[in-house]
């Protein structure tokens, strides 16, 4: 198992430890009889806004229209609200893009696609809703800034180790995030990183320090300081707002014009389906929210 895995898991279950609620997106879809409705976002923050914020709201940041509501003891609470309406089935599928986005580029972002369709089983007419939650550009985002930081700690911490080495470590970084993304994020929330994941990490570094000849006590040296690498403090620095991101959820609530037969829903009833998505989860992958009914 090469270096980049190791500190890429160990990075990952850092970032996952601690999740705990932080915004919370409410979601409301409404589908008539005639597959036309609406789709209603709110989102709700008692913080003035900053990029945090912005990155919160999605690229499209004109589409929603801002409240600001006063206590009585002058605080302030923010109501951000979208409102798209669909006049037939055809076009739910503008209803989906982005969710959150990272910077004013849209580097990486969190995407929704929305799909409705009609389907038979067993001759009964149903009637199909579906989103699709997955994030575009971010493992190439994290591989990148992880690889060059700790190519930057290497060369700050210990300026007598051989670029090719530096190199080398940097390389099997960005490379492991690339190529074992999945599994990475799908098992990082169940390692403890204090305990388990350091001790994996200094085994692959000392077999490449003795391959490369490396000094022994400069390979200690390496070895002791690279389980204290603060590598995420420069990852919040290069992608502000991620850490937010993955605190916060999605509550997504649906209306069927009947009364749902299938899916995978939090809960059912009657003809409403209700969801809770930690934004945790869809790290490994993309993550399918649907809703069968028969109208």
């Given at each position: 198992?090469?270096i980049?895995?190791?500190?890429?898991?160990l990075?990952?279950?850092?970032v996952?430890?601690?999740?705990?609620?932080?915004?919370?997106?409410?979601?409301?879809?409404?589908v008539?009889?005639?597959?036309?409705?609406?789709?209603?976002?709110?989102?709700?923050?008692?913080?003035?806004?900053?990029?945090?914020?912005?990155?919160?709201?999605?690229?499209?940041?004109?589409?929603?229209?801002?409240?600001?509501?006063?206590?009585?003891?002058?605080?302030?609470?923010?109501?951000?609200?979208?409102?798209?309406?669909?006049?037939?089935?055809?076009?739910?599928?503008?209803?989906?893009?982005?969710?959150?986005?990272?910077?004013?580029?849209?580097?990486?972002?969190?995407?929704?696609?929305?799909?409705?369709?009609?389907?038979?089983?067993?001759?009964?007419k149903?009637?199909?809703?579906?989103?699709?939650?997955?994030?575009?550009?971010?493992?190439?985002?994290?591989?990148a800034?992880?690889?060059?930081?700790?190519?930057?700690?290497?060369?700050?911490?210990?300026?007598?180790?051989?670029?090719?080495?530096?190199?080398?470590?940097?390389?099997?970084?960005?490379?492991?995030?690339?190529l074992?993304?999945?599994?990475?994020?799908?098992?990082?929330?169940?390692?403890?990183?204090?305990?388990?994941?350091?001790?994996?990490?200094?085994?692959?570094?000392?077999?490449?320090?003795?391959?490369?000849?490396?000094?022994?006590e400069?390979?200690?040296?390496?070895?002791?300081?690279?389980?204290?690498?603060?590598?995420?403090?420069?990852?919040?620095?290069?992608?502000?707002?991620?850490?937010?991101?993955?605190?916060?959820?999605?509550?997504?609530?649906?209306?069927?014009?009947?009364?749902?037969?299938?899916?995978?829903?939090?809960?059912v009833?009657?003809?409403?389906?209700?969801?809770?998505?930690?934004?945790?989860?869809?790290?490994?992958?993309?993550?399918?929210?649907?809703?069968?009914?028969?109208?």
């Amino acid at each position: 198992m090469g270096i980049g895995r190791c500190v890429v898991g160990l990075l990952l279950a850092a970032v996952l430890a601690a999740l705990a609620g932080c915004y919370e997106y409410h979601v409301a879809v409404v589908v008539t009889e005639n597959l036309s409705g609406q789709r209603t976002t709110t989102l709700e923050t008692e913080k003035t806004p900053t990029p945090e914020t912005l990155f919160l709201l999605g690229v499209d940041g004109e589409s929603w229209v801002e409240t600001v509501f006063v206590g009585h003891e002058g605080d302030e609470t923010r109501r951000y609200r979208r409102e798209q309406s669909v006049v037939d089935d055809e076009l739910w599928a503008e209803t989906g893009g982005t969710v959150l986005r990272a910077d004013p580029a849209g580097a990486f972002r969190l995407a929704t696609e929305v799909g409705l369709e009609e389907t038979k089983e067993l001759g009964n007419k149903r009637l199909v809703y579906r989103e699709t939650l997955s994030w575009n550009g971010l493992r190439e985002e994290v591989a990148a800034v992880v690889a060059v930081d700790y190519a930057a700690f290497l060369r700050r911490e210990f300026p007598a180790l051989p670029d090719s080495l530096v190199h080398e470590f940097r390389g099997a970084m960005a490379t492991t995030i690339l190529l074992n993304w999945t599994e990475l994020t799908a098992s990082a929330s169940d390692r403890d990183p204090r305990t388990k994941l350091p001790s994996r990490v200094t085994e692959v570094l000392s077999e490449r320090l003795r391959r490369a000849e490396v000094d022994e006590e400069l390979s200690r040296n390496l070895l002791k300081k690279t389980t204290k690498w603060k590598f995420l403090d420069e990852l919040e620095v290069a992608l502000p707002g991620l850490k937010s991101s993955l605190r916060s959820a999605i509550i997504l609530t649906v209306t069927m014009p009947g009364p749902i037969v299938d899916g995978n829903a939090d809960k059912v009833a009657g003809n409403v389906a209700s969801f809770r998505v930690e934004l945790s989860s869809t790290l490994a992958g993309p993550v399918v929210l649907e809703v069968v009914c028969q109208p």
